[in-house]
T-cell receptor
């Protein structure tokens, strides 16, 4: 299996622009997670899905963030409008059982 | 109180020595424990899981769990410079609501050749 796939790997955008991050989980994994990692706050869970249904989005910072999972092989995380404080590495992870999680390579987002 | 705590390091050990990484957690209901390795600029990689008290060995890695004392550790024998990375402890935490895993902030390990 190719593992978790994320795109783009790097994104540089200006404040106020819309950003869309994409993730393809490992085939057969029922759980998909979106994390954000910064030096200050470490790895933070933003939202996770089970069988394409959002289970917990309490980690989503504010209404500017939204996530969807239209099918078992694709998810998006959207930030609109983006702000400089959103600059971070965003990871997608997938899992069979919600615990043993396998991470994608991440998207490094820079908002200027 | 932080739910999963790790010493941020850096922990420096000479090549060939044993590196000992520690993690404490606050939720007594936790049942699943994981160690992830994260190289600089890369994503976390699952390297060990442990569910029962005691030791679990996998090659040069040994995970140790003590639920009574609420700590989990990772030992790396014969440390190599390629082991230099940040090691994240992750614990399932029922009191954290719907969050399946809570991650510590990681310990940075540096193996000196």
């Amino acid at each position: 299996d190719a593992g978790v796939i994320q795109s783009p790997r790097h994104e540089v955008t200006e404040m106020g622009q819309e950003v869309t991050l994409r993730c393809k989980p490992i085939s057969g994994h029922d759980y998909l997670f979106w994390y954000r990692q910064t030096m200050m706050r470490g790895l933070e869970l933003l939202i996770y899905f089970n069988n394409n249904v959002p289970i917990d989005d309490s980690g989503m910072p504010e209404d500017r963030f939204s996530a969807k999972m239209p099918n078992a092989s694709f998810s998006t995380l959207k930030i609109q409008p983006s702000e400089p404080r959103d600059s971070a590495v965003y990871f997608c992870a997938s899992s069979l059982d919600a615990y043993e999680q396998y991470f994608g390579p991440g998207t490094r987002l820079t908002v200027t | 109180q932080k739910e999963v705590e790790q010493n941020s390091g850096p922990l420096s050990v000479p090549e060939g020595a044993i590196a000992s990484l520690n993690c404490t957690y606050s939720d007594r209901g936790s049942q699943s424990f994981f160690w992830y390795r994260q190289y600089s600029g890369k994503s976390p990689e699952l390297i060990m899981s442990i569910y029962s008290n005691g030791d679990k060995e996998d090659g040069r890695f040994t995970a140790q769990l003590n639920k009574a004392s609420q700590y989990v550790s990772l030992l790396i024998r014969d440390s190599q410079p390629s082991d230099s990375a940040t090691y994240l402890c992750a614990v399932n935490s029922p009191i954290s609501g719907n969050t399946p895993l809570v991650f510590g902030k990681g310990t940075r390990l540096s193996v000196i050749a």
